[in-house]
């Protein structure tokens, strides 16, 4: 079966493997886009086929508003991923991707009857755990320290004020949609669960990563990498083995 991703306004595909016989679908962390998923992508063509979901409000969809809504981000990237169903199919997430992905495989399962293969949650603490946020109530100048903070962007890009100003709309909607999120009392997926945190994470406490056991019914692990919030820089090619051999066998 042939897809073209050519027509769908929200999936980004950057190295097409169309004899793969699995599928990772990517959602990105706050202020993220799916360019973000590229190197993994590399990484893992041609033995995955790898999409990415592009949230409104930034890059090549800057024009459209941002959601700030985990349930309307999830309920988009469904809607964009029903046509990628044909073969196995698994979710990764990081940080805000990770609640989006993990809201996502509700969905298909609540809505489509579909469980995905499994469940990639890196960078984000289980749903079941909470802390007091308010980023997104923050002026700008607030909200650019957050992201200095978790060291997640360049600090070039961070020094030049016309771009980050081109996303600040992004990482606050980001933010608003992340920090207002409160999940259904016992909401479990039955898919397999794979977390993946950061040793020096302080966005994420091994005993918050752990707790991603109480989401599913099907198992859960936790696999601990060196480095803090965005971990997944420096680990990338282990990262990839590590999907690789979940969805390959």
Not at 24 to 42: I, K, N, Q, T
Not at 79 to 98: N, Y
Not at 230 to 248: I, Q, S
Request: contains cysteine.
């Amino acid at each position: 079966m042939t897809i073209n991703t050519a027509k769908n306004t929200v999936v980004r595909q950057f190295h097409p493997a169309p004899q793969a016989p699995a599928r990772l679908v990517c959602l990105a962390h706050a202020g993220g886009s799916a360019s973000a998923y590229l190197p993994l992508s590399r990484e893992l063509s041609p033995r995955v086929d790898v999409l990415a979901v592009q949230y409104p409000g930034r890059q090549d969809r800057r024009a459209e508003p941002c959601l700030t809504d985990i349930s309307d981000l999830a309920a988009e990237a469904v809607t964009a991923i029903l046509p990628f169903l044909d073969r196995p199919t698994a979710l990764f997430g990081h940080s805000m991707g990770a609640t989006v992905a993990f809201e996502a495989a509700r969905l298909l399962e609540r809505e489509h009857g579909h469980t995905v293969t499994r469940l990639f949650v890196s960078g984000r603490r289980a749903p079941c755990t909470t802390r007091p946020e308010s980023v997104h109530r923050r002026d700008d100048d607030g909200l650019l320290a957050e992201i200095r903070l978790l060291s997640g962007t360049d600090s070039a890009i961070l020094a030049d004020d016309e771009i980050m100003r081109m996303a600040l709309p992004a990482l606050r909607g980001d933010y608003t949609a992340i920090e207002t999120y409160r999940p259904e009392p016992g909401a479990v997926t039955a898919a397999p669960i794979t977390v993946l945190t950061g040793s020096d994470d302080i966005r994420t406490s091994a005993d918050e990563a752990a707790a991603w056991a109480r989401h599913t019914t099907a198992g859960c692990a936790v696999h601990t990498y060196t480095g803090g919030h965005f971990f997944l820089t420096g680990h990338r090619a282990a990262v990839a083995r590590l999907v690789a051999r979940h969805l390959l066998g």
